[in-house]
């Protein structure tokens, strides 16, 4: 099974970095053209309102309690009462999601003022700040129609995820960078206010996402036609686990909308700043955890349905694995090469070395919290694969509470610095609760196989930061010209890799421990 996986992880991986990569060159363009100046600011609220439903709907708590239901109905072998439950679902899902964006649009000023209650405030007492509550209530019109597009793509992709058709899922986003690069290059020129290119560039991604799912559904034969079906048992089961889901799995993004709310207050500069360093971060989240759970929960699901205790907790020890593997490093050299890194990608145009400088300290302050964001993403489906919403709703609870103490203690001293520190914070607590959830279940405990597993990449972590120190010590990097810059970045990465490389391979581990739930070095 973990071949398959690895198989099907490789897939998802391989898409996601194409969309991660034109993912930054969309950041860079962005950067180019706003920096970190109030417009900037704008469009990242509007943006960032949308995908944190797009989360709920479509990646998140749909997802999560969708799976594990369309597994079971996959697994009767009964096409007329799986093509029923899809259309029931998807008309259910559609109308709900098009009612949502319709009351978004007319609603805009409001959320504007929720969530932008400094700029709100500015706008009020009639002071310069308050041009940005008007130009975010104008672009949250454009940018939040999109939630209903996406969420259907999100049903779509989930679908053909179960059918192992991963491929088709991971590439979609691929095309939402492309709307946006492409609006920012022909629209963008023609406007006033550029950020506006931006906003229909999300619009626009949001309908070309959808249509370009719609034919592998077909092919698949499941594009059917929707169908109302609020009391349907097959969709009274997937609302009555995702509702305590639309918290539990998206505590991550509540902290990051919190922060947004906080920073409203903060001087002009603090989204884009956190904006920037959490692009950094989302890079290996999605590339590394996001694909490993993608391709986990349906497995799970399966091992859950067939009654397969082992092979549930070998899978899940082997998620951990691979996110320990991939996390432990990256987590480690986004924080001793944030400004390096931030400097290469960005620092052109618009944005400024004092732009870097700034994006770098909220960047380190993330990364101490990436492998607990990577590791939130596949012990959360220990949960939804047996579908249990509740515990992970529980702890998401005293996670969000515990962020809003964090954010008071942090932002006071450190400002949005502290922001990042908070949710960094707050999905360590996060990432324990459900482990210890599961522990407690008998569900899935570490084995003492991942435990000596870990142990070695930490120390080949270990010897990889020295070497990223020791190849930086003495330059003065921002003083560099850009060619200088990349080349000093690039020995540095292929420095760190090989001696982490090398370090696991001198401590006994081969590429085939990977392929097997039974990890036993030599």
């Not at 249509?211 to 036609?225: D, H, I, S, T």
């Not at 954010?407 to 324990?432: D, M, Q, R």
């Amino acid at each position: 099974m973990s071949r398959k996986l690895i198989k099907s992880g490789l897939i998802v991986s391989t898409m996601t970095l194409l969309s991660r990569v034109l993912g930054l060159i969309r950041d860079v363009v962005i950067a180019k053209l706003m920096g970190a100046d109030a417009s900037a600011d704008v469009f990242f609220f509007a943006n960032k309102i949308p995908n944190f439903l797009r989360r709920l709907f479509a990646e998140g708590a749909f997802a999560q309690a969708f799976i594990p239901v369309l597994t079971e109905v996959h697994a009767e072998k009964d096409d007329a009462k799986l093509k029923a439950f899809v259309a029931y679902v998807s008309g259910t899902l559609g109308a709900i999601v098009f009612v949502t964006a319709l009351i978004g649009v007319v609603l805009s000023p409001v959320m504007t003022a929720l969530f932008g209650t400094g700029w709100f405030i500015d706008y009020l007492n009639d002071e310069p700040g308050g041009e940005k509550f008007e130009l975010a209530n104008t672009m949250l019109k454009i940018t939040f129609p999109y939630i209903a597009f996406i969420s259907l793509t999100g049903l779509s992709g989930a679908i053909l995820n179960t059918l192992n058709k991963f491929a088709v899922a991971s590439f979609t986003p691929v095309l939402l960078n492309v709307c946006i690069i492409g609006c920012a290059w022909l629209l963008a020129p023609q406007m006033e206010q550029p950020a506006f290119a931006l906003a229909w560039g999300v619009f626009l991604g949001g309908i070309v996402q959808l249509g370009f799912q719609l034919p592998f559904l077909y092919r698949a034969g499941l594009l059917v036609k929707p169908k109302w079906g609020w009391h349907d048992p097959g969709v009274i089961k997937v609302r009555t686990l995702m509702i305590p889901a639309l918290f539990g799995v998206s505590v991550g993004q509540i902290n990051l909308l919190l922060d947004t709310f906080i920073a409203s207050f903060l001087v002009t500069g603090s989204i884009s700043w956190l904006y920037y360093s959490d692009r950094l971060l989302e890079f290996p989240l999605g590339l590394f955890g996001i694909a490993i759970a993608t391709v986990i929960l349906p497995t799970l699901s399966r091992n859950h349905v067939g009654k397969d205790e082992s092979g549930f907790s070998g899978n899940m020890d082997w998620a951990v694995r691979m996110i320990c593997l991939l996390g432990i490093p990256a987590a480690t050299g986004l924080g001793v090469l944030a400004e390096p890194i931030l400097a290469v990608i960005f620092q052109r145009g618009a944005f400024t070395a004092e732009t870097t400088r700034m994006a770098s300290y909220s960047l380190t302050a993330y990364s101490f919290g990436l492998l607990s964001f990577m590791l939130v993403k596949v012990l959360a489906p220990g949960y939804y694969s047996r579908q249990d919403t509740k515990t992970p709703v529980k702890y998401g609870i005293w996670c969000m509470a515990a962020n809003m103490v964090l954010n008071l203690i942090f932002a006071i001293p450190y400002g949005y610095i502290g922001l990042a520190i908070a949710t960094s914070l707050s999905a360590t607590l996060n990432a324990g609760l459900l482990y210890m959830g599961l522990h407690r279940q008998n569900v899935y405990r570490f084995s003492r196989l991942t435990r000596g597993f870990v142990l070695r990449v930490m120390v080949a972590t270990f010897a990889m930061t020295g070497a990223i120190v020791w190849m930086q010590y003495g330059v003065a990097f921002t003083s560099l010209v850009f060619e200088e810059q990349v080349i000093s970045l690039i020995l540095t990465i292929c420095l760190a890799v090989a001696v982490f490389g090398g370090s696991l391979f001198a401590m006994g581990i081969r590429f085939r421990h990977f392929k097997s739930r039974n990890f036993n070095p030599a």
